[in-house]
């Protein structure tokens, strides 16, 4: 890894006469004179530099537009630049370039494009093809081969002047020959867009170029090296950017994803190199001095340079030494970021999620709904309610008609009229009806009784008809308790069936008046009151939610909502079905983007698989899940204690003027009670972001697993987990000064004890 | 004698847990009165108040606003409470808002108006209490006599057909008291029917067409403002004196 100065991408490469040269975006070009320790970068022109040959004391540089430049070395480390080269006279664009002498050069480019300059003047030589000219290459100033698209391979052998078709393998015939290198009179090669190495060598007195063979691929080693190697085949699982055959067998390959690969047998075996940088980064050239000495140069101004490729058959480039901290952090920085991110994601997500439950069941907890209440509705109420969705369902497709309307009457000069909800007219009438019967028969005690019975016999029915399947678990004694796991759906209904029994009786028994009862034991003077009618059943149900997650450990709720419940899966598969590939064609927007993403490039090996959403990854989903569902239980019991701070006058204020419970809740009650409760809120917010490291556990790849995964290949313990603290650290101290601003900024003016600074 | 506007019969209250606190109370207001009523901590005042706008559910007895009763589940609660102003003890107004929207709430989500109207019907009423200067400030930055105006104003925002004050200057500095009192005298002279739970003996002896006085949860004396100072039971001598003390 050499420190090049530069952050733009380094496009093309060339070594000519001990010195190395790299060119990218915007002009760049760099020159190195000890071999590709130092730089000097300059600019030349604005142009992107994207191809590059050298040869005959010379290098070319030049565009996709058709710019070029000819650097003529005049002596040691000085050169002419010959920036007056009239540009490649292309229809479309030049694909690669090649020298034939010191001033002179041929171009090719799409639809068979092939331009000879002589060192004056372009001359057109296209043959008339269609095919994309992709590379091109001289061995001297006569011989040169062209590839390109459907297996197209040109060759000359007068300098560029006259083209003659040679035949590419059947296998590729219908591949692009991405690269071409005319390396010696005896040994030519290509690559094709697949990976195919493609070789030519002299047969007798046939030179190069006529016959061309598929290498067999026979291991492909990953970086790293040791003895696990894949099966080749007939091509590399990688599209080259560029080849550097240094060798009648040897070679370098570059390309994107980190791929930096030798052979030393022609393409038979092809060892990847461990490198210094992300696997991400992209290469696109390699230039090498001679056998052992070169570069390779990428992406973001990365030039790593080598002085022994081949000498070690794995590790070729310069091994990263993980004791000098600066290359440690540069290493493992960027999977430290992959895991900020990735726990940025579940813990937004998580406390998202978190929040809205513990709104609901706050809301749930405080509600003064009883069983008195439940006791006291009538029909026409129950009616009522299960009208209530299709009215919301009548009001939004209304709502959208009366805008139309709107829209249209105005635009007409119409007087403007808006369609009535019917539902709302018939749940009005419900309601009047109900409110009838209300005042005239309060309670209709015959019914709740007969209600009341029907519950009990269901409730008995319910347990007798599931205890057997309970029975069948061979449960002894205590281990009872773990009948819930043994079969869940049966011990879900013996609950329902306590539940209903509980309901039934305090129905059954049901006359009319609704007050707390003393109960005498026995004899003794001990009393103690029972309040059945004071139950309430939304209460019951969220206190029954916070008890399980409050009661039992996180990294469990972890294993046992991803590996025991496979919620991941379960919302995945149903998911992708429902947000399919297909689907979402030409349907994508920011929305379905949070939810799914696929990969759309038709090249790509992940062609139509999820890359990105929420629905990408099991681990994610249950991630989300665990940790919202496990906080929405802590938020829950800090919102209800914000709630409770509130005085109840304010309660009473907000309906003494007429506003309904829910109303008031939301317009008086919520917007104080959030308030009160930003600072625990924070606390607990803070919380989800050191608790989502249990989501390792799980395999989701956030920032403390990167730690683990960073330990594995560098073995620096305490750099790395000091890495994690310090990343850790500034994720929850900026999200706690996030909390403080808001804190301030929602302050209420003159309100609380202000503890000042 | 015309209907009463606000007829309370035969009003129990007994507690969950058994407390007794209104034992048959029976009043009734008529259109442009005011009615005190007083009596010593615990007699059931407050309950009696609540119960009229059933902020507390009595356990029997029979309210009427108008003729039309109003502790039955027939009856829309909401629209009821809507009707009748309350004012409280502790102000009770919402800390989170504006002057200018603690008035308007209700006027926005009970009555329907639009944001701009209801504000400026908010302003006529907070003029009419002398709070004009103070629509934008936050209840936290007002004094206790500015806060119970403002809740004034927020009851009368409604345009009730009663109004209910429930010790409205207890928790007031006495130096405070004047500019609350003189906003409900102003309303009484402008004939608001108000039913006003006070300690404010001298208040109710002054503006009160009426004096309820109610001792362990029924009503002890009754009759016109003079009874203060010619109470004929016993109780309320006593009472009365306790608090001139």
Redesign the interface.
């Known amino acids: 890894m050499v420190d090049s100065g530069t952050e733009s991408d380094l496009l093309s490469a060339e070594a000519l006469n001990g010195e190395m040269w790299a060119f990218g975006t915007g002009g760049i070009a760099g020159k190195s004179l000890d071999g590709g320790l130092t730089w000097q970068f300059d600019n030349f022109g604005t142009h992107d530099w994207t191809h590059s040959d050298s040869g005959f004391d010379s290098i070319a540089i030049a565009s996709t537009s058709g710019a070029v430049i000819i650097i003529e070395e005049i002596g040691e480390g000085e050169e002419d630049i010959h920036d007056d080269i009239p540009p490649v006279p292309t229809q479309e664009r030049v694909n690669a370039i090649a020298l034939t002498g010191s001033q002179s050069l041929v171009a090719v480019g799409h639809s068979g494009e092939i331009w000879q300059f002589d060192g004056v003047t372009w001359n057109n030589r296209s043959m008339g093809g269609v095919e994309d000219l992709l590379s091109i290459s001289f061995l001297d100033s006569n011989a040169g081969l062209i590839s390109g698209q459907g297996g197209t391979i040109l060759a000359t052998s007068d300098g560029g002047v006259t083209w003659d078709y040679r035949d590419a393998p059947n296998e590729v015939s219908s591949s692009n020959i991405s690269l071409v290198e005319y390396y010696s009179d005896i040994r030519a090669y290509a690559i094709t867009e697949q990976g195919h190495i493609l070789k030519s060598s002299k047969q007798g007195s046939v030179s190069v170029g006529f016959v061309w063979s598929i290498v067999e691929i026979e291991r492909e080693y990953p970086p790293g090296g040791g003895d696990d190697f894949l099966p080749g085949g007939i091509d590399l699982d990688y599209q080259v950017n560029s080849m550097e055959v240094i060798g009648q067998f040897k070679m370098v390959l570059a390309g994107p994803k980190g791929y930096l690969a030798l052979s030393l047998d022609g393409g038979n075996i092809v060892s990847q190199q461990m490198i210094p940088v992300s696997n991400e980064t992209s290469f696109h050239a390699v230039a090498m001095q001679d056998g052992f000495n070169g570069v390779a140069v990428g992406d973001d101004g990365v030039i790593l340079r080598t002085e022994n490729a081949g000498a070690e058959e794995f590790v070729g480039f310069e091994v990263i030494d993980f004791n000098d901290f600066g290359q440690f952090v540069d290493y493992s920085k960027e999977r430290l970021i992959d895991g900020l991110v990735a726990t940025a994601k579940i813990v937004l997500f998580g406390i998202a999620m978190g929040f809205s439950i513990g709104i609901i069941l706050s809301m749930l907890k405080t509600s003064p709904t009883s069983l008195k209440n439940v006791a006291q509705t009538n029909r026409f109420q129950l009616i009522t309610f299960a009208l209530l969705p299709f009215w919301a369902l009548f009001q939004l497709a209304l709502a959208i008609i009366n805008g139309i309307l709107l829209l249209l009457r105005s635009g007409l000069g119409l007087p403007t009229k808006s369609l009535e909800n019917p539902i709302g007219i018939q749940i009005s009438e419900l309601r009047q009806k109900s409110a009838q019967i209300a005042a005239n028969k309060p309670l209709n005690i015959t019914a709740i009784r007969l209600v009341g019975s029907v519950l009990l016999v269901l409730g008995f029915f319910q347990i007798f008809s599931t205890l057997d399947e309970i029975r069948a678990l061979n449960l002894d004694g205590w281990e009872h308790i773990y009948a819930p796991v043994g079969s869940p759906a049966s011990f879900a209904l013996i609950l329902l069936g306590i539940a209903l029994i509980i309901l039934g009786v305090v129905f059954a028994s049901c006359n009319g008046d609704f007050s707390i009862k003393d109960l005498h034991w026995g004899a003794s003077k001990r009393k103690f009151s029972i309040n059945p009618w004071g139950i309430r059943p939304l209460n019951t149900i969220a206190t029954v939610y916070t008890d399980i997650f409050r009661n039992t450990p996180l990294i469990v709720q972890f294993m046992f909502i991803h590996f025991g419940f496979e919620l991941g899966r379960r919302i995945q598969e149903p998911g992708l079905e429902l947000f399919n590939f297909d689907y979402l064609e030409g349907h994508a927007n920011f929305l379905t983007n949070i939810i799914v993403t696929y990969d759309t490039n038709p090249d790509s090996l992940a062609y139509g698989r999820p890359i990105g959403g929420i629905l990408e990854d099991r681990a994610y989903i249950s991630a989300i899940f665990a940790l919202g569902l496990n906080s929405g239980a802590y938020q829950c019991e800090t919102i209800r204690g914000a709630i409770a701070a509130i005085p109840s006058g304010q309660m009473e204020a907000g309906r003494s003027i007429g506003l309904n419970y829910m109303q008031t809740m939301r317009l008086v009650i919520m917007p104080q009670a959030v308030r009160i409760c930003i600072p625990p809120l924070g606390n607990e917010m803070v919380n989800l972001v050191l608790n989502s490291s249990l989501a390792m556990v799980i395999g989701y790849a956030e920032i403390t697993r990167q730690g683990k995964l960073i330990i594995a290949t560098t073995f620096q313990i305490f750099w790395t987990w000091g890495m994690v603290m310090i990343s850790y650290f500034v994720i929850t101290w900026s999200l706690a000064l996030f909390l403080r601003y808001l804190e301030e900024k929602t302050r209420i003016p003159g309100l609380g004890i202000s503890g000042g600074a | 004698m015309s209907d009463p506007i606000l007829s309370v019969k035969d009003m129990e209250k007994t507690y969950?847990?058994g407390v007794h606190a209104v034992r048959g109370v029976s009043f009734d207001v008529l259109e442009g009165e005011s009615l005190a009523i007083i009596g010593s901590s615990g007699s059931g005042k407050s309950t009696v108040l609540?119960c009229i706008?059933r902020?507390i559910e009595p356990t029997k007895g029979v309210v009427r606003l108008k003729g039309e009763q109003i502790n039955?589940?027939?009856?829309?609660i909401?629209?009821v409470?809507?009707r009748?102003?309350?004012v409280?003890q502790?102000f009770?107004?919402?800390?989170?808002l504006k002057v200018i929207d603690n008035v308007s709430?209700?006027l926005i989500?009970?009555r329907g108006m639009s944001r701009d109207k209801a504000r400026e019907v908010a302003k006529q009423v907070l003029d009419r209490v002398d709070m004009l200067d103070r629509t934008d400030a936050?209840?936290?930055?007002?004094s206790g006599g500015q806060k119970q105006r403002v809740?004034i104003a927020?009851?009368l925002a409604?345009k009730p057909e009663v109004m209910l004050f429930d010790e409205p200057t207890s928790a007031l500095d006495p130096e405070l008291i004047g500019s609350v009192l003189e906003t409900i005298r102003g309303l009484a002279e402008e004939g608001m029917t108000m039913v006003v739970v006070t300690h404010e003996i001298g208040f109710a002896r002054d503006v009160a067409d009426r004096v309820l006085y109610m001792d362990e949860g029924v009503v002890a004396e009754e009759g016109p403002s003079s009874i203060i100072d010619e109470p004929k039971s016993e109780r309320m001598r006593a009472f009365l004196s306790s608090i001139n003390e």
Not at chain 2, 92 to 96: G, K, N, R
């Open positions: 969950v847990g609540r706008n902020l039955t589940p027939a009856s829309n909401n629209s409470r809507s009748i102003g309350m409280f502790s009770e107004l919402f800390a989170h709430l209700g989500h009970v936050y209840p936290g930055n007002l809740a927020r009851a409604m």
